[in-house]
Each structure stands twice: as C-alpha cells, then as structure tokens.
C-alpha cells in the first residue's frame, strides 16, 4: 500500500486538488493507506465510515430507495459514496467502497467477497466491481489496493485529458 500512496502523493502534491473517501467494508482501511505517505495532509481532507446505511443515506446523501432496491452493495451506492463524499466534505474527488468481506452475509446474488469500488469527483465516477471470496482479511487488503488504483488511473486519465 506504501507504493500506492506515494503514487497517489505524486499525482496529487502540490495540485491544489482535494481527496476524500467514504467508506463501509473497508472501514476505514483506505483512509489509512492514503495518510501512510507524510505530506498527504495537503490533499487528504477525511473520510466517513458508513458501515450503516442510516449512515449512507444521512451524511452521504445515498438514496434511501436505492438502497432499499439494490441493497448497499451495488454499483450505484459505491457512485452515490463517492458524489456525496466530495459534497459532504467538499473535495474534489473521492474514493469509495462498499461490500460483503465476509466471511458471512453473501447471497447467491451477492456472493461475499463481492465489493464495488469507485472513485471520481461529482461530475464524473468510475466504479469497479471485484468478486472472489479469499478470506476476509485478503478481501479487505484486496480492496483497499484496487481502490487506490482505480483513483490513480483516474488522475492519470484526468491529466491526459487536460494536456
């Protein structure tokens, strides 16, 4: 995760850009990685852990019926997390996730280690769905990974595009 963080450092040092994340399956986990790098105190506003969906819905702005329909773990509520951190917190991007780590709760539909994870600003969101069930805390470090990821190719693509 250090390797990914000070990436992330590169892309976003001295940029004037702001990062945030919200957070369920990964609880935090994500936050942690970013802040692994000293100086990321410069883009890194804070995160929320929305374990809950009261949680979701209230501080995140995720849509009540949403939830309701597709439950928390779907592509749109990761979307939602990642619009509602940049709103709540006022940054312009933002990571989410949002899952079954397992080892219990899946369903066939759902089958745990399924995690949707996204990242973008309130304009534009990627989201990327990871499925495989190896061991909660290998899901986690899995997802927690590919998220920081997903952001750095997003900020890669969005320096590409503005060349």
Known sequence: ???????????????????????SCTGGGIA????????????FKGGVV??????????????HQVLEEQTAV???????????????????FAISATGLAGPGGGTDAI???TIFIACGSQD???????????????????AIGEALQLLIDFLKGQAENNC
């Open 1 to 23: 995760m250090k390797r990914l963080s000070k990436q992330l450092f590169a892309l976003l040092h001295g940029s004037g850009k702001t990062l945030s994340t919200a957070e």
């Open 32 to 43: 942690q990685a970013i802040v692994q790098t000293a100086g990321a105190s410069e883009y």
């Open 50 to 63: 929305s374990y809950c969906n009261e949680v979701k819905e209230q501080l995140l702005g995720v849509d």
């Open 74 to 92: 779907c592509e749109e509520v990761a979307r939602q997390m990642v619009q509602g951190a940049c709103r709540a917190l006022q940054t312009d």
């Open 111 to 113: 089958p745990v280690g």
């Open 124 to 142: 534009r969101v990627v989201v990327k769905r990871l499925s495989g069930d190896n061991g909660r805390e290998r899901n986690l470090q899995r």
